[in-house]
Nanobody, 116 residues
């Protein structure tokens, strides 16, 4: 099983980024997937989860209306579209297999830095 995140970077407040997570080694379309982040000096924070078919999504309140989770089961890829980014969104973002907190595989993370 492998999940590999990409798409992070440095962006100004108000900007946008799209994170991707390429999954392999398991039947991607059979599992919920989650995004989790860790800000500097802080613990893990769940961000969003999407069910296996993509019809059900949930978000932490602080990102509702700004972030959109989606998936392409044909491409075994999970996405997180992040708009109107704020400095407090600065964190390492991880893709995880499963419905958080019941996740069993994580990626290596991708750094998102929101700063002017």
């Amino acid at each position: 099983v492998q999940v590999v995140e990409s798409g992070g970077g440095l962006v100004q407040p108000g900007g946008s980024l799209r994170l991707s997570c390429a999954a392999s080694g398991f039947t991607f379309s059979s599992y919920a997937m989650s995004w989790v982040r860790q800000a500097p000096g802080k613990g893990l924070e769940w961000v969003s989860t999407i069910n296996s078919r993509g019809g059900l999504t949930t978000y932490i309140d602080s990102v509702k209306g700004r972030f959109t989770i989606s998936r392409d089961n044909a491409k075994n890829t999970l996405y997180l579209q992040m708009n109107n980014l704020k400095p407090e969104d600065t964190a390492v973002y991880y893709c995880a297999k499963g419905w958080y907190p019941s996740v069993d595989y994580w990626g290596q993370g991708t750094q998102v830095t929101v700063s002017s």
